[in-house]
Nanobody, 116 residues
Framework: QEKLVESGGGLVQPGGSLRLSCAAS????????IGWFRQAPGKGREGVSC????????YYADSVKGRFTISMDTGKNIVYLQMTNLKPEDTAVYYC?????????WGQGTQVTVSS
């Protein structure tokens, strides 16, 4: 069964760091675009970052540029989101998505809370 599982969320103080993981099982992430999205309470889901595995190109929302880094471990079939200098406005449930023509998978989400 194909699925994505996020992990690594938690409570962190402003200025702190977290690394989120998105592990795929039942399929290979090769030839997918993998994105991280987030949804804060009372707000819609927004795109945070994306990696295109065919050429390793990466994209970031303006709000996280310079603070977040997306990467992939092909051998482990995992995509990471390294988050640094976290701000209270980064508080949200973070989801990963793997997409290519004909296939679209979402994880269950992991909570990130940035608070002192």
């Amino acid at each position: 069964q194909e699925k994505l599982v996020e992990s690594g969320g938690g409570l962190v103080q402003p200025g702190g760091s977290l690394r989120l993981s998105c592990a795929a099982s039942g399929f290979s992430l090769d030839h997918y675009s993998i994105g991280w999205f987030r949804q804060a309470p009372g707000k819609g889901r927004e795109g945070v970052s994306c990696i295109v595995t065919t050429d390793n190109s990466t994209y970031y929302a303006d709000s996280v540029k310079g603070r977040f880094t997306i990467s992939m471990d092909t051998g482990k079939n995992i995509v990471y989101l390294q988050m640094t200098n976290l701000k209270p406005e980064d508080t949200a449930v973070y989801y990963c998505n793997a997409n290519r023509v004909g296939n679209d998978y979402w994880g269950q989400g992991t909570q990130v809370t940035v608070s002192s």
